[in-house]
């Protein structure tokens, strides 16, 4: 082999650095002290990531018909018996105070005006919840909030932000205490290591996995296939969440039209114009997400249907375009105007329930590591999130982690980096694009026909067959080629696609999102499914 080089390094130290400048990321470095020094690192541009492209909003308690107690059971009933209670219960409690922090970070929600002539929250409605409850900046929650949040972060000193920046593998040292990561530079093509006391990831989700997903690039699960290979527990990486309505159009990239179009009275129909929904749940287009997408991928098996219909044109002009301007808009791109024409929607894959385990701090197995927002699993979702629970749970964990890193950053002491490994990564010829691309095609394809909304044994043995030699190359790739990071993202999907594969393999039941038709019931006792590099188990959630 040619053109060897010893990879070039610069060592660049922080207090607190953060994988990731989604909502869960970008809350936190704003939240944490402000004597720390903070880095947030994130693979494209800032603003990048699902957060930006969140639609129906954070749901919190504002209707006075509403309690906690009704957030919880609906969270709850959701999860179908795996969330944990505790930690549902804390983060219900505290949705009316973040909603309110981020009201304060200059966060515009969308308002109505009441009948006495105040002004209160606009409050949607969507699948899972019994009340109006998802408080929403039109239908670009997400965007309106990242602005916001990017915007205060340029008026400080102490963050810093390294963009255009993919976290390679994080850095343990020998007393399993996390001392920071290699870093591939997009832009100026070289590794750098961040060397930091506390190492958060935020880095989102696994959805990029299959072949059709409402997510952007960035969700290629690098954070929970890091934490994987550094020795953290992964939990629950069966329940992927596949979202029932996006956009039927290739070019389209699957953009997602919100659940919150159903909240306010849009109906799921087949293409003869007949209504389904009710022959699956007295909920009908409004039951949670798992039983809606079982439900139309049954329909469209069932008839050979392409894709379904969804219909808001009933409604009042002037509202749709109101409520929902960039659906709207997006649609009119191809040629479906929603005030007068159904939109044809398929679901596609959009959150990952499972993730790096963390405890109520927020902390990993592994010291000085956490994980907050998508990327982890704190026991909030379950086997299946409930709508707009997702935003609210990266703003919670943001909180709690800060207070943690706070308590625990009294005396610092500088990373001595010496013992660390500068040499891991050598520069070696580059590998094709082209064989790049087809393992990526590959493995999505896989995920898509083998282990998607409906599963049977026959299926998922033979994505682990296939999944475990695609894995063998890519991780020889890995050593042989030059990094770069199209090969980073290529052996993190492999690596959850793993994963995922694995715990759907161990799960024997049906349970929420996972749906095996060679185990149609549900086991009484809820069970968590651990996934850890040295072994694999599936644990009694009680025990935890
Ligand atoms: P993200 O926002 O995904 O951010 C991840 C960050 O990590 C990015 O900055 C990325 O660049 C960085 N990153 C990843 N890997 C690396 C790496 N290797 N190196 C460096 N950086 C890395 N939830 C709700 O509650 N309400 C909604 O209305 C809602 N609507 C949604 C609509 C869409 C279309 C989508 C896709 C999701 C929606 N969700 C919604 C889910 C919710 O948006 C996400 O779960 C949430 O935004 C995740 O935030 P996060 O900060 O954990 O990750
Ligand atoms: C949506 O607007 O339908 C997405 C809401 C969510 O994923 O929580």
Known sequence: MKNILKQVTNIIHHDVLIIGSGAAGNSLALMLPNNLSIGIISKSDIHEGSTYYAQGGISAVFNDLDSIDNHIEDTLETGCGLCRKDVVRDIAKKSRNLIKWLQERGVEFSHTQTKSGNKSLDLGMEGGHSYPRIVHADDKTGKVIQESLIDNLSNTANINAYTHRVAIDLIIDANNTCVGCYIYNDQADKIEIHVANFLVLASGGANKAYLYTSNPDTSSGDGIAMAYRAGCNITNMEFMQFHPTCMYNQDAKFFLISEAMRGEGAKLLLPNGEQFMHKYDDRGVLAPRDIVARAIDNEMKKNGHEFVLLDISHMEKDFIIKRFPSIYNKCLEYGIDITKNKIPVVPATHYTCGGVEINKKGQTNIKNLYAIG???????????????????????????????????????????????????????????????KHCWKEIRTLMWNYVGIVRNNHRLSYADQRIKIMKKEIDAFFYTYKINKDIVELKNLVCVAELIIKSAISRKESRGLHYNIDYPETLSEPKDTILSKNQSSSLNISSL
Do not use: P, T, W
Request: with cysteine; net charge negative; charged share 25%.
């Open 374 to 436: 998508e990327v982890a699993h704190s026991g909030l979702h379950g086997a299946n999130r409930m709508a707009s629970n997702s935003l609210l749970e990266c703003l919670y964990f943001a909180d709690v982690v800060s207070k943690d890193i706070s308590l625990n950053s009294k005396n610092l002491k500088k990373i001595d980096i010496n013992k660390i490994d500068q040499n891991k990564y050598m520069q070696h010829d580059e590998l094709e694009k082209v064989l790049i």
